[in-house]
């Protein structure tokens, strides 16, 4: 298993301006991922980050709202720009257990974000 | 379009009330069927993986078992420390992650 460590775990913010997230794990991974836990709903993804490359966005979310970062294989960020009240959410870090298909994905403890 | 949907949403138990939660799916291509338990204020928690028809895992109270269309996690005289958010998700895995995660089911157990 992977231990993932992730700060801030809570944050109020105002609006227009931005927060970064970082995600750390104890174990160098090829893929981390990042997460959307919006009050009462599943969890969407975000971006897959990979380390030398750019992140890939999933629909719906573009890069400079979002921008990610990979500086090796142990850290990410994600930064959430220009926040408005929509954007408070849980956002998740998430790596897989094992670097090959069908494995179970472990996760940070999130960072709760309210936007105010 | 691939889908995930947990029932029932929300489920209280009295402490020894044995139920099941449901999480069925439509999706192309199944490699895989996740369980995760989420408690207040952390993330989700890894319990099972079920990736054939017919397969059953264990672990104490908890029992998941899948089918072409749907799994359950079956709980077993539950205790209070059982209360959490039950999370299924199902990996289509297309490309590098593709895992599509149901909304839940807000477990109570009370004592």
């Known amino acids: 298993s992977a231990v993932i460590s992730q700060k801030p775990s809570r944050d109020i913010c105002q609006r227009g301006t931005s927060l970064t997230i970082q995600c750390q794990v104890d174990?160098?991974?090829?893929?981390m991922f990042w997460y959307r836990q919006q009050p009462g709903q599943s969890l969407t993804l975000i971006a897959t980050?990979?380390?030398?490359?750019?992140?890939?966005?999933e629909s719906g979310f573009v890069i400079d709202k979002f921008p990610i970062s990979r500086p090796n294989l142990t850290f990410s960020t994600l930064t959430v720009s220009n926040m408005s009240p929509e954007d408070s959410s849980i956002y998740l870090c998430?790596?897989?257990?094992?670097?090959?298909?069908?494995?179970?994905?472990?996760f940070g403890q999130g960072t709760r974000l309210t936007v105010v | 379009e691939d889908q995930v949907t947990q029932s029932p949403e929300a489920l209280r138990l009295q402490e020894g009330e044995s139920s099941s939660l449901n999480c069925s799916y439509t999706?192309?291509?199944?490699?895989?069927l996740f369980w995760y338990r989420q408690d207040p204020g952390k993330g989700p928690e890894f319990l099972f993986t079920?990736?054939?028809a017919g397969e059953e895992k264990e672990k104490e109270r908890l029992k998941a078992t899948l089918t072409k269309k749907e799994s359950f996690l079956h709980i077993t005289a539950p205790k209070p420390e059982d209360s959490a958010t039950y999370l299924c998700?199902?990996?289509?895995?297309?490309?590098?992650?593709?895992?599509?995660f149901g909304a839940g089911t807000r477990l109570t157990v009370k004592p």
């Open positions: 998430s790596v897989e257990g094992r670097q090959t298909h069908n494995t179970e994905a472990f």
């Open positions: 174990s160098q991974v090829t893929m």
């Open positions: 980050a990979n380390q030398g490359s750019e992140a890939t966005y």
């Open positions: 999706v192309s291509g199944l490699r895989g």
């Open positions: 079920l990736y054939s």
């Open positions: 998700a199902v990996d289509v895995r297309r490309w590098n992650n593709d895992m599509r």
